[in-house]
């Protein structure tokens, strides 16, 4: 049920990720918990983003962004939330990444993200990337160091992705023989106190 929300929000929030750097939103309040022990609304998101979920963890970085679902708005936990997306390769984040640089003004960050909006994105989402990173060089144009600095950044980021990729392939798979060694050993555990029981009966 959790995973159908989260899909649910991702479509809805993923169709007018092209248009939100040209809208205002309202923050939510904050969510402040009457008791302690009380979980957050959006905990079952977070989870499902830290176990590397793209839909929540897009979900995530436009709550952090917009400052809704009861967290305060938090434009460098929303870009985290963004990247961590991204890296996957889901194209609204890449969107989104490129509209925060934007906003602020970083016209070189802006540009890396359309460029990989592009390069990773297909259909609709590629083709409003590069329409809005070329109208906006044409308002705003890159001077030719600021280009090639952009263009290396880009570059740099591919690299960074392929490299955490491989990383996290061979970390998942320590984790798997890991916890596949532990089931052997608890399965071991469980065969000698039965041979005991047995032993012990038969006296």
Do not use: C
């Amino acid at each position: 049920m959790t995973r159908f929300l989260v899909l649910l929000l991702a479509l809805m929030l993923a169709a007018p990720a092209a248009q939100a750097e040209k809208i205002k939103y309202f923050e939510d309040p904050v969510f402040d918990a009457l008791n302690p022990n009380d979980p957050h609304p959006m905990e079952d998101l977070f989870k499902l983003a830290d176990s590397k979920d793209v839909r929540a963890q897009f979900i995530l970085g436009d709550l952090y962004a917009k400052g809704k679902g009861g967290l305060r708005k938090d434009t460098k936990k929303a870009q985290h939330w963004f990247e961590e997306s991204a890296r996957a390769g889901y194209t609204p984040s890449f969107i989104r990444l490129a509209a925060l640089a934007k906003r602020a003004g970083d016209t070189g960050e802006a540009y890396k993200w359309y460029t990989l909006a592009n390069d990773f994105g297909s259909g609709k989402d590629a083709r409003y990337a590069t329409r809005a990173r070329d109208g906006m060089l044409k308002d705003k144009p890159l001077k030719d160091e600021d280009l090639e600095a952009a263009k290396k950044s880009i570059t740099d980021w591919k690299k960074e992705r392929s490299k955490k990729m491989v990383d996290d392939a061979e970390a998942k798979k320590i984790a798997d023989r890991r916890a596949a060694q532990d089931k052997k050993d608890q399965e071991s555990k469980e065969e000698i106190k039965e041979k005991e029981k047995k032993a012990s009966s038969g006296k």
